[in-house]
Structures are given as structure tokens and as C-alpha cells.
């Protein structure tokens, strides 16, 4: 058995996940809004049964400074400081809570309580600047209304920062480039609903 097999086997024996494994995933490295709505774009075709119950979640806020621990390029026990972040979120219809996030270090899938609990730790000793908010946004919007042309990742020369995925950008009828919207923390902008971590927990962890 592969050893991140073995690692990923913490989740509840009646849960199925819902996407491939990780390292089947379609994955580009520093492009984590199109990894998750390529495992969107999977479950709507594999799973379609499951899709209503898939969400997007967008973590930033007005700053676009939070940090994350547990993630792959973390250093020792510090968090990473992103802009933004995206992660997958599977309500089971056992009202089990599933993390995906092709990021961390953490399992894939990580129980949501498990997550919160390692990745975001409390805010008690974060200065506000830093706390994070979440975009929770249906699978389903996500697949219809996102759309990045991917400019937010090439310099002042046109270079890129960062590799781009090798598929073609992701439009919609309207927009080829509206990842500003999904970012954005204001409750007024763009697509879902925006909780603090508190309300987030409160919405989606353990009673």
C-alpha cells in the first residue's frame, strides 16, 4: 500500500470519498481555485449524485493575509502566510464533514473537525489583521459562474510566476476573469455566503 494510502485511511470506514485519490487529482501547484474546481468539474461528472452536497470554500479576507498551517510548503511548525486558499467541503448525507485540500499534509480527505482543529488552530492569539474569513460557495455555482484568465499569476513582463495549468483557462458566457469576486470578503461581492471561522465551525462542525 502506498504510504499516503495508509495515512488517508483515518477516515470513517462508512465514508466514501468522493474524488480520486491525491495523487490522481488534476493538480497545478500555486493554483489551488482551478485544482478545486477541476475536483468539482469530477465529482459533477462521476458522482453527480454527490454534487449537491460539494462545496467551495474560499479563505481570505480584507487584507488577504491568513495563515494556514499544515500545508506542504509550511516550514517546521509555522503557518504559510496566503492571499487567498481554496479547499474542497463534502457534506455526507450521514452529515459526516469532509476537508479536500490538495495543499496540506493532512489527510485527503480530512475529517472537517480535524482540520479546523490543525490547520487553523484559534484565533485567540492571531492578531485581527490575520483572521481568516471563508466563501462558501455550491459546487454547482462554482462550476457555472468562475472564471480566471489567470493574469493574477504573470508579472509586470507578462512572465509567469508560476507554471499554468496545461488545459485551457476556465470562462464563462460572461467572464473570463472574475477570481477578484470569489476572493473578495465582503458579503455583498460575488457568489455563497462569507463566515468568520466562528460562524464557519459553527455551520458545518460538530455539534
Not at 494556514?68 to 516550514?75: F, V
Not at 466563501?135 to 459562474?145: E, G, P, T
Request: hydrophobic share 35%.
Amino acid at each position: 500500500m502506498h504510504k499516503e494510502d495508509m495515512h488517508e485511511q483515518c477516515v470513517s470506514l462508512d465514508y466514501t470519498p468522493v474524488t480520486p485519490s491525491r495523487r490522481e487529482c488534476v493538480y497545478t501547484s500555486c493554483y489551488c481555485e482551478e485544482n478545486i474546481w477541476k475536483l468539482c468539474e469530477h465529482i459533477k461528472i462521476h458522482k453527480e449524485d454527490s454534487i449537491d452536497h460539494i462545496y467551495a470554500v474560499f479563505i481570505s479576507n480584507e487584507k488577504r493575509m491568513v495563515p494556514i498551517w499544515r500545508q506542504k510548503s509550511s516550514r517546521g511548525d509555522e503557518p504559510v502566510i496566503w492571499d487567498y486558499h481554496v479547499i474542497l467541503l463534502h457534506k455526507s448525507q450521514s452529515e459526516q464533514i469532509y476537508i479536500y485540500d490538495l495543499d496540506t499534509v493532512l489527510p485527503f480527505p480530512c475529517p472537517f473537525d480535524v482540520y479546523i482543529r490543525e490547520a487553523f488552530r484559534s484565533e485567540e492569539y492571531i492578531k485581527p489583521a490575520f483572521w481568516r474569513k471563508f466563501r462558501v460557495i455550491a459546487a454547482d455555482v462554482y462550476l457555472k459562474n468562475f472564471a480566471s484568465d489567470r493574469s493574477h499569476m504573470k508579472d509586470a513582463s507578462g512572465a509567469w510566476r508560476m507554471p499554468p495549468p496545461p488545459y485551457p483557462c476556465i470562462e464563462t458566457a460572461d467572464s473570463k476573469m472574475n477570481l477578484d469576486d470569489f476572493i473578495s470578503m465582503h458579503s455583498g461581492v460575488g457568489c455563497g455566503r462569507v463566515y468568520t471561522l466562528t460562524e464557519f465551525v459553527q455551520q458545518f462542525g460538530k455539534t
